[in-house]
């Protein structure tokens, strides 16, 4: 099918609140490496990695051998039965994971992995109440977007009450309306007074994504993390690290993006890179935490852990460990955050650059002095990207960030065709701007 016969069928048998980019939807047909082709035969330099997930690159040989490998002997069997491939990667990530993280649970999303997360820490804390941030995203189930904190990702009208917010460590939009560092850090701060004033004082988990995804690359300041998990386990809660768009080496020099700043949860989430696209999530925790699920009630996951996923990230971890380990990563993601700079230095309209490896965020505003936003100036931005053959991501609360996350095999080159077709792209739409 062409393009507009994919897209007249969709219109007819699927939900129309499918999310589409671009104007003229892309309809993709295969990739490789770094690069997609759509069904007209177009070719796009991939530097959104299908929401930061084709960790290793399209149709990776190592993957695609595993997995091919795997499905001649069983593709599918349930948790109820014990498979090597399970236990093989459980293993391995009990390895790469910081601090004590030791027991995995198997899931088939970051959504599913999240609301596994939140559920062992009321039951291992035996308290109820858990503090999330503004402009956290955490999936598509009930409770996850109870966690979520953007009324465009809240479907429906029915949320958990046991999920209290605290302001986001947002340094170039600071909510207190505060300056970095004389601050105090006051966002974490926050932590405790959302605990005394809109909890029993005592909560189950403070979850946090260590750089915020949907909510526009939010990086916190260095100090954020120690403070705040700090605070939640005075008031008897665990920390729920969710590395679902952070993990795997995605942040450069560490294999999870927590490890940044040296603080060690004690359950962690992870999904997207963990299987270059194969459906999986994980909830990894202590053993104390692990242990402390059993005569607490009967649960399985039909399809998590199965044979098939499993071989397919046992075999994308292996990729990233021999051809992007996180240095490697934090290399070529130091080269795009200083061309990223650069075109900084140029485009006015670029208002604050912002990440860490290969998760990079630009938050366009109209005016560098009110930080008004330009979610306008982003929309014609990825039609410039698409038009020259570059696919980039976008988040934000108000929709004015721009998500640069290739995948973790992105070499210098690929950088710098990026950059400077970002370069020609800007440039289009300040003139547009400019006009106007």
Request: glycine content about 10%.
């Amino acid at each position: 099918m062409n393009t507009q016969e994919i897209l007249e069928k969709q219109k007819q048998y699927l939900w129309p609140n499918h999310i589409l980019y671009y104007t003229e939807p892309l309809a993709l047909e295969h990739g490789e490496g770094l690069y997609v082709w759509d069904v007209e035969g177009r070719r796009f330099l991939d530097f959104f990695g299908g929401i930061l997930t084709t960790s290793v690159g399209h149709n990776h040989p190592l993957v695609i051998a595993r997995v091919r490998e795997q499905v001649g002997k069983l593709i599918h069997s349930s948790t109820l039965y014990p498979n090597e491939n399970h236990v093989r990667l459980a293993e391995k990530l009990a390895e790469l994971t910081p601090g004590q993280l030791q027991m995995s649970f198997f899931t088939n999303s970051g959504s599913e992995a999240n609301e596994t997360a939140m559920v062992a820490a009321q039951v291992y804390t035996d308290n109820r109440d858990m503090i999330a941030l503004r402009h956290a995203y955490s999936g598509r189930t009930q409770l996850a977007m109870s966690v979520t904190a953007h009324s465009t990702w809240k479907l429906g009208k029915t949320f958990s009450p046991d999920i209290k917010h605290a302001v986001s460590p947002y340094c170039y939009r600071c909510p207190l309306k505060l300056t970095y560092p004389t601050c105090d850090i006051a966002c974490a701060q926050d932590i405790e007074d959302v605990i005394r004033t809109t909890t029993s004082g005592r909560i189950a988990a403070f979850m946090a994504e260590p750089i915020q995804g949907v909510g526009g690359f939010i990086t916190p300041p260095d100090e954020y993390f120690k403070i705040a998990v700090e605070i939640a386990r005075h008031y008897g809660g665990v920390f729920i690290c969710d590395e679902v768009q952070t993990g795997f080496g995605r942040t450069g020099t560490h294999w999870f993006g927590i490890s940044h700043w040296g603080v060690e949860p004690e359950i962690m989430t992870m999904a997207k890179g963990i299987a270059n696209g194969f459906p999986m999530g994980n909830t990894i925790t202590t053993a104390e935490i692990g242990k402390a699920m059993v005569g607490k009630g009967l649960t399985l996951s039909t399809f998590g852990g199965n044979p098939t996923s499993t071989a397919a990230s046992l075999a994308t971890i292996e990729a990233m460990e021999s051809e992007a380990p996180p240095a490697q990563v934090d290399d070529v993601g130091a080269h795009l955050r200083a061309g990223l700079e650069k075109l900084w230095d140029r485009y006015p309209l670029m208002g604050d650059v912002r990440g860490k490896g290969l998760m990079q965020g630009i938050e366009m505003v109209a005016d560098r002095k009110s930080k008004e936003p330009a979610p306008a100036a982003v929309n014609q931005l990825f039609e410039e990207t698409r038009a020259r053959g570059l696919l980039i991501g976008k988040g934000g609360l108000h929709s004015n960030v721009i998500r640069i996350a290739p995948p973790l095999t992105a070499t210098k080159e690929h950088v710098e065709e990026a950059l400077e077709i970002l370069d020609h792209a800007l440039a289009a739409v300040h003139e547009t701007w400019s006009v106007s």
